[in-house]
């Protein structure tokens, strides 16, 4: 299985590391909930609106990046991008806790949602089709290392050291811009255009023509919107379920799931890209449902840390594909002179979800309660599934239309 990972270009193994170096140090979002209710003292209804409003900054931020990878390169986007998001979190470090930490955190949201499109292209541009589950794997891989170590020192530093919370962040921030500054070509080092699918030619028309010209990928699209509601919930109704169970202890047991978040992918990312190689990229979204539905299902029927864990442990094999899948999907239908906008399209899809899943759930939790909730996330992951596998039938379908 370790063969999966060998002879990448070089710019793959550099984004790898990249990627864990950010990750390690990404503290403020993932507690940003805890953030808004423990230092604020702000209310779940008061909270929703604000955890809402930072998927909805991955909107704009998601074309900004998009737009300036196509126009400036994708090195020069990134870097960029990424540079501003932490110089947005450096006063958070040294002013007092109140809503103009919360407005600079919302500005650090938006400028990480730039850099996504930078690094997605990268990787696309690096690999040919059949390739590419590979770097995006290994990519992820990297996310998930350091995840598995970050919400640990978040979670230390959280209540701690606030001032360390934030400037961790940073620190990590800029060591991974000058690692792509030093070690990255302002060009793809393998790029050939005989590799590349009929969906990749170089489009004339514009964004909006050339996702016309693709309906699958904007079915996929849909499907991402439904999955986003499910897995947001992560960081709204999760931290509330774990605070009402736990009093006390909501904020560490939060940390230790991520924890067994990134560690699973860690130790399961390999053999499912191993298990995966050969099949279709829809067949791993189509799964991703069916693997949500039970994670986030069995949730209302959980009264200890172990068992939350054992859900951690099932909905992040979903997360490993939808993760991996999303941007080989992506790459394999955007033109190469578009490419960071059709990243920066799939992302949007995740930041509507998010922001809709976060200001339904805030809306219905003081109505239906968590158990209900819990288990109409579970069924809009099983309409996902459904979803995933039309769209499976129907690209079987338009690939022996096109052999004929």
């Known amino acids: 299985m370790f063969e999966t990972y060998k002879n990448l270009p070089k710019t793959i193994y550099v984004l790898f590391f990249v990627q864990i170096i950010n990750r390690l140090g990404e ?74 930490n919360v407005i600079l955190i919302l500005g650090a949201t938006f400028f990480g949602s730039a850099v996504r499109p930078a690094i997605s292209a990268m990787i696309a541009d690096e690999l040919p089709a059949s390739e590419r589950h590979r ?88 499907v991402g919107i439904l999955y986003s509601v499910v897995y947001t919930q992560i960081n709204f109704l999760l931290p509330l379920t774990l605070t009402g169970l736990f009093a006390g ?38 799964l991703t449902g069916i693997i949500y539905a039970v994670g986030f299902g069995m949730i209302p029927s959980l009264r200890s840390i172990i068992g939350f864990c054992i859900s951690t442990f099932i909905w992040t094999l979903g997360e490993v594909l939808v993760s991996m899948y999303s941007g080989v999907l992506t790459a394999n239908y955007s033109p190469v002179n578009l490419r960071g906008s059709f990243s920066a399209v799939s992302s949007l899809s995740w930041s509507i979800g998010g922001a809709l899943g976060t200001l339904m759930a805030g809306k219905l939790f003081g109505f239906i309660g968590t158990s209900t909730l819990w288990y109409g996330i579970s069924a809009l992951a099983l309409i996902g599934a459904g979803l995933g596998y039309a769209l499976l039938k129907a690209e079987n379908k338009q690939d022996k239309s096109a052999k004929v």
């Not at 990046?65 to 990134?78: I, N, P, Q, S, V």
């Not at 990297?142 to 360390?164: D, K």
């Not at 904020?251 to 053999?271: C, D, E, H, K, R």
Request: charge should be positive.
């Open 249 to 286: 202890k909501g904020a560490l047991y939060f940390g230790i799931m991520m924890s067994v978040n990134a560690v699973t992918v860690v130790v399961m990312t390999l053999p499912m890209t191993h298990l995966m190689n050969g099949r279709r990229p829809l067949l791993g979204i189509a």
């Open 27 to 100: 503290f403020v979002f993932p507690f940003f909930t805890f953030y808004l209710t423990q230092k604020l003292g702000m209310s779940a209804a008061e909270t929703s609106l604000f955890v809402m409003l930072a998927p909805m900054t991955f909107i704009p931020g998601n074309f900004l990046g998009g737009y300036l990878a196509d126009a400036l390169g994708r090195k020069k986007a990134y870097l960029l991008t990424q540079s501003t998001a932490a110089l947005m979190l450096l006063p958070c470090a040294f002013l007092p806790t109140g809503i103009l």
């Open 135 to 222: 770097g995006f794997s290994l990519s992820y891989m990297g996310i998930n290392i350091g995840v598995a170590i970050g919400p640990l020192l978040a979670g230390f530093l959280f209540e701690n050291a606030m001032w360390l919370f934030f400037l961790g962040d940073v620190l990590t921030s800029f060591i991974a811009v000058i690692l792509v500054f030093v070690m990255v070509p302002p060009k793809s080092e393998s790029y050939d255009e005989k590799h590349l699918l009929a969906s990749e030619k170089n489009e004339s028309g514009g964004v909006i023509k050339a996702l016309l010209d693709r309906p699958l990928f904007l079915g996929f699209i849909f």
